[in-house]
């Protein structure tokens, strides 16, 4: 295709699908810019992103995580916009928000708005690219909350794999490169060393944020030249620069990532949780230039596949495996390199038959290169992607900004929308070539278990992962060269799930504006809403089978999770060929009972949800799976107090407060040593007494409605109980006057997060409350995050928000936190509350009215797609309020809401001191001892809950 020098200020018309109503067009500016811009007369917000093509593999080896330290301080002000909050104060007022990452060779900034507030934004949002401050004090401060992210992900076993493995890479190639940061990379070793990273900041600014290093995407309701006259005027200031050849030269002379001297490897890994997962990572050359061909998704969608004849289907029956999936990995994606990566969750007896589970998947290998690539499975795929295109759905207009800037980057302008999803002419001799690479002499082979710390010798430098690295036996290299022939091993059959069938149902007349009851008996209520908006052939519908035992005790709550993990893995190979079709499913425990959710093209749909339902009700169990699915429930149930320590503090907030919710390690242990008979016997308890509720939505007549729901019926039979054995949850009342406080310390002796939860409790849902509590919400969001994060920098991770639990209103804010302890954020976080309250009171009137439009805004908010849609009602059934015009009811309650009620309302919040804390201490904080004249201590929350 053209190159990007050849394409200067051309303006080109992406293709797009047809179902898509919005305008693209792409040009260059004359400092050679590029951007796209999307003109949709109908969206509500605005957005923007701009992807930057530098990342951490172009940090300084002196300062790793530059880039991404960079990423953070252009958030602190500009010298157009000084202030340090004044980007986020501004879209916090204009019901906006933002985000950024850093990669590997791209760091990504986008935001969204209300619609007629982008100019402002995006002029704001221009000057991170023209004249960032970089301020000393900022600079000082933000490496604290680098430092807290980096602490974050330390316990992770996603980023110390992941970082472990690119350690492996070849010492003279970038991709070893570490690119969080830290305190230590990012103050104290360059303070030794006589660096002054704020001028280093400054300079890879100016090196790397030039004009034609980015990619600029702009979404709004503005036709077209009202949107290219913004981008001319507000990004034609960001400064030309001719890119330096040396730098282009470096980067095709470097030496290959994984070259000979890398490959034929075996690590084993010891992880914090407890997992086993065998990994096959095989180096590839880049392959971006055949993304309309796709060579390698091929070969995952086969070595991939969960279908009958599959390597999954063959180890499950082994009892070898829970889990595969297969593809280029997206963490490795380079100009000069990819990684195909085999990924198997194992079982016990897998892990110790770990040999025979690589020769299975090499088998299947050879299998794909004996029979030669197949056309028709190419075609199958091509034909899936251009229904999904045609088919194309909006989502939220930052995370399609975003998407789209960073496929900028690699795309010709003519395929940045289409790139990836449109599929052109099969590439076989490029499938061949790339299976020849999947072979024992190409392969590095990660085996992860804890059984491994006893071998381990090695330590990873940045994350301190303990492994063990040899070279793979030569024996090994040629049993896998020689397996021997597997015959229940072979090609997927064709699939029958592909709609064809794209008929719209008509709209009714007069025209449902909401969804209405067509079944309310004893044992059924069903909810109805034909789809009159998107018009597209997709449909949703979800059914809860609500049971007394569900949730009535620890045992029963965990038989439950067994019975629905069980059933949804025995669906597996049939609903696996729907998935890839467009039509999913989930199977979910649920305190009422068993959640089951079908959606996507609605030509198939009721064939797949009959088969779920049927399952439901007569599943036979396989031993071999009956008792890899029941050990693996029994580990993530365990491995949950080992993973973030703000989401495990949440965790015992709930257990300190709803009366049926039982403690993981007491559903592990109430499983564990639980029989196939003890669960057929479960069964039948669980749909001895059951009614049934549901919600239907989308391109699916009433009639046809009506025929689901009587299949639905007569399968699962459901059979009344007394109204008294309904499953509600309740929320323990709190007392006044005293802070309730539970405290606990950190499971993982590595992790140094602590985390406070701290709670305020108001009292029953009731709509004006509730609509108080979300402005509440809109207002603090912005400031508590500025004070306590930006300012104070607590930690990382903070946030407040209302809470809406089970009928119970409250509000919360949680910080997570490697630096202060628990009871200190406490103290700050009730300083905090004083500071907010004056800052209610001192806000203008035109300052209180931009956050009620803001959350107007928020909440007036059309749905993006169906499912959007169908999640709005399905939150009213499920909840049991019903009151699926709750915006129209709320918008007339937030007009009303003054400011002096407003700021009573939350000074009766804290006064009334109905609080909950739950203080978690990391591994490096111990808990003290709290007055008992200022604190209830929480010493067991069942023993709370009881009293």
């Not at 619609?115 to 949002?125: M, Q, S």
């Not at 969001?781 to 946030?799: N, S």
Request: aromatic fraction near 10%.
């Amino acid at each position: 295709y053209k190159t990007m020098a050849s394409l200067n200020q051309e303006i080109i018309s992406p293709i797009k699908s047809f179902s898509d109503d919005r305008e693209y067009s792409y040009s260059t500016l004359p400092n050679g810019l590029r951007y796209l811009l999307i003109s949709d007369p109908t969206t509500d917000k605005a957005a923007a992103s701009v992807d930057v093509s530098v990342g951490f593999l172009q940090d300084p080896e002196n300062i790793p995580g530059l880039a991404h330290f960079l990423e953070h301080m252009l958030f602190m002000g500009t010298k157009k916009y000084p202030d340090e909050n004044y980007y986020s104060k501004y879209l916090s007022e204009h019901g906006g928000s933002s985000n950024a990452y850093t990669n590997l060779e791209n760091t990504n900034y986008y935001f969204n708005v209300i619609h007629n507030h982008l100019k402002e934004t995006l002029d704001i949002f221009a000057q991170f690219f023209i004249s960032p401050l970089i301020s000393a004090d900022g600079t000082d401060r933000e490496m604290k909350a680098v430092d807290n992210e980096n602490e974050k992900n330390i316990p992770n076993d996603y980023w110390r794999i992941n970082q472990l493995f690119k350690s492996l890479a070849n010492k003279k190639h970038p991709f070893r490169k570490y690119g969080t940061g830290s305190l230590k990379t990012l103050k104290e070793t360059p303070e030794t060393q006589g660096i002054d990273v704020r001028s280093n900041l400054l300079q890879f600014h100016e090196k790397h944020y030039y004009a034609s290093n980015m990619n600029l995407v702009v979404l709004g309701r503005e036709s077209i030249e009202e949107l290219r006259s913004l981008v001319t005027e507000l990004f034609g200031e960001v400064k030309e620069k001719s890119v330096e050849s040396t730098e282009k030269k470096e980067e095709e002379s470097r030496e290959v990532a994984y070259g000979q001297e890398q490959v034929k490897k075996l690590v084993e890994i010891v992880p914090v949780q407890d997992m086993r997962h065998l990994n096959m990572s095989f180096p590839f050359p880049s392959l971006r230039q055949y993304y309309q061909q796709r060579p390698a998704t091929y070969l995952s969608h086969l070595i991939g596949h969960e279908g009958p004849g599959s390597i999954l289907s063959y180890l499950k029956k082994k009892g070898w495996a829970n889990s595969l999936s297969a593809g280029n990995s997206s963490s490795c994606s380079l100009n000069d390199l990819e990684v195909f990566e085999v990924t198997i969750d194992l079982t016990e007896e897998g892990l110790g038959s770990w040999q025979e589970v690589v020769s299975v998947v090499f088998r299947y290998v050879y299998i794909l290169i004996e029979k030669g690539p197949q056309e028709w499975i190419f075609n199958e795929i091509k034909l899936i992607n251009e229904v999904d295109f045609r088919f194309i759905e909006k989502y939220e207009p930052s995370g399609y900004v975003s998407l789209l800037a960073s496929k900028m980057r690699v795309l010709p302008p003519k395929h940045i929308v289409s790139g990836y999803s449109l599929l052109t002419n099969f590439n076989p001799e490029m499938v061949s070539k790339l299976s020849l690479l999947l072979t024992p002499d190409n392969l590095i082979l990660s085996l992860v278990d804890q059984s491994f710390g006893a071998k381990a010798t090695l330590t990873e430098q940045w994350y301190g992962t303990r492994y063990f690295l040899q070279d793979i036996p030569s024996e090994l290299l040629q049993k896998w060269k020689n397996v021997k022939d597997i015959p229940e091993l072979d090609l997927p059959a064709k699939n029958d799930f592909i709609p064809t069938d794209f008929t719209i149902v008509p709209a009714d007349h007069p025209r449902e504006p909401l969804p209405k009851q067509i079944v309310n008996t004893k044992t059924c209520k069903l909810w109805f809403k034909l789809d009159d908006t998107f018009l597209k052939p997709r449909a949703s519908v979800i059914f809860q089978i609500i049971t007394p035992v569900a949730d009535s005790s620890p045992e029963s709550s965990g038989m439950l999770m067994l019975f629905a993990q069980l059933c949804e893995d025995s669906l597996n190979e049939f609903t696996y060929s729907a998935d890839l079709a467009g039509l999913q499913f989930s199977l979910n425990d649920h305190h009422t009972g068993i959640k089951v959710t079908v959606s996507g093209y609605n030509q198939n749909l009721s064939v797949l949800l009959l088969k779920i339902v049927e399952r439901i009700k007569k599943l036979t169990i396989d031993v071999e799976r009956f008792t890899s699915i029941k050990e693996k429930l029994v580990r993530d149930l365990r491995n949950f107090k080992m993973g973030q320590s703000y989401e495990v503090a949440r965790e015992y907030f709930t257990l300190t407060l709803v009366d049926t919710c039982w403690e993981l390690d007491d559903k592990a242990d109430a499983i564990e040593k639980k029989t196939i008979e003890d669960l057929l016997f479960f069964q039948k308890r669980l749909l001895e007494r059951t009614r049934l509720e549901g919600l239907i939505h989308g391109n699916i007549s009433e009639v046809e409605a009506l025929k689901i729901v009587h299949e639905i019926e007569e399968v699962l039979q459901p059979n009344p109980f007394p109204h008294s054995q309904e499953p509600v949850l309740r929320i323990l009342d709190l007392p006044s006057k005293k802070k309730h406080v539970y405290q606990n310390q950190t499971v993982d002796s590595n992790n140094n997060n602590s985390a406070l939860y701290t709670f305020l409790q108001f009292g029953e849902n009731e709509i004006h409350s509730k609509v108080k509590m979300d402005l509440l919400g809109q207002i603090m969001r912005e400031i508590c995050y500025d004070q306590l994060r930006t300012k104070q920098q607590l930690g990382y991770i903070v946030f407040s928000s209302p809470v809406n639990m089970y009928g119970m209103l409250g509000f919360r804010i949680t910080i997570q936190s490697s630096e202060f302890p628990p009871h200190i954020l406490e103290d700050r976080v009730t300083s905090f509350y004083d500071f907010f309250q004056n800052f209610i009171e001192e806000l203008s009137d035109e300052e209180y009215q931009k956050h009620v439009n803001s959350h107007l805004a928020r909440l007036q908010e059309k749905d993006q797609n169906l499912w959007n849609e169908t999640q709005r009602y399905w939150g009213e059934v499920s909840k049991r309020t019903y009151l699926f015009n709750r915006v129209q009811v709320e918008t007339k309650i937030l007009r009303d809401i003054t400011k002096s009620k407003l700021s009573e309302f939350f000074r009766n919040l804290v006064s009334t001191s109905k609080a909950l804390d739950i203080h978690l201490y990391g591994a490096n904080h111990t808990i003290p001892s709290l007055p008992e004249k200022e604190y209830t201590i929480v010493r067991s929350y069942t023993e709370f809950k009881n009293k």
